[in-house]
């Protein structure tokens, strides 16, 4: 149940296309979902969070889409761009973010030019 | 800028040795996180500690203490270590309360031979 399902495993995405990645969870006491984008070589970074108190969050290319009764939420890249190749990390927590997060296992991005 | 030091990028062991892993952060950060990243498996969280001298389990201890004499560093330690303990070693940190975000070291990949 403290599971957290990300899918697919890898994406490949032609430059200028959209990318879409896919979390699902069964712990319905989450209540925050950030995203964490790993660059190679680098540790993750925090990239874009959203409670559950909305259905969508934007900020610049990326959005995450929230659906509340079905325990999914993804992250769409818009006008996906070389530089946006990464791993990509969806996660959850409870009590507003402020327990342990619990990470999928995250999604390989390849944006071809 | 958060900095989360981790002070070695590469480190190579024997079996059987014991292993230490520095983190360091320079936020005066209450929370200190221990994970390690495995293709396919994502980031499995060790260990935890909110406070000095305090620690709690993460998802996978076994094999693994830690220690936190002062707030700002967290050492992860390999009592015997196994090759099953070859790994990327992601060290994070962050303050106290609701979705505040998680700044993770660059790593250390540790080889057990």
């Known amino acids: 149940q403290q599971q957290v399902k990300q899918s697919p495993q890898s994406l490949i995405v032609q430059k200028g296309g959209i990318s879409i990645i896919n979390c699902a969870y069964e712990n319905t006491a989450f209540d925050y979902f950030p995203w964490y984008q790993q660059f190679p070589g680098k540790g993750p970074a925090l990239l874009i969070a959203i409670r559950p108190d909305v259905s969508e969050k934007k900020e610049g290319r990326f959005t995450i889409s929230f659906n509340k009764s079905a325990k999914q939420f993804s992250l769409h890249i818009m006008d996906s761009q070389p530089g946006d190749s990464a791993t990509y990390f969806c996660?959850?927590?409870?009590?507003?973010?402020?327990?342990?997060?619990?990470f999928g296992k995250g999604t390989k991005l390849t944006v071809n030019p | 800028d958060v900095k989360v030091t981790q002070s070695s990028r590469y480190l190579v062991k024997r079996t059987g040795e014991k292993v230490f892993l520095e983190c360091v952060q320079d936020?005066?950060?209450?929370?200190m996180f221990w994970y390690r990243q495995d293709p396919g498996l994502g980031l499995r969280l060790i260990y935890f500690s909110y406070d000095v001298k305090m620690k709690e389990k993460g998802d996978i201890p076994e094999g693994y203490s830690v220690s936190r004499e002062k707030k700002e560093r967290f050492s992860l330690i390999l009592e015997s270590a196994s090759t099953n303990q070859t790994s990327m070693y992601l060290c994070?940190?962050?303050?106290?309360?609701?979705?505040?975000?998680?700044?993770f070291g660059d790593g250390t990949r540790l080889s057990i031979l």
């Open positions: 994070a940190s962050n303050t106290g309360g609701e979705a505040q975000p998680q700044h």
């Open positions: 996660a959850a927590s409870t009590q507003g973010g402020s327990e342990k997060l619990v």
């Open positions: 936020m005066d950060h209450e929370n």
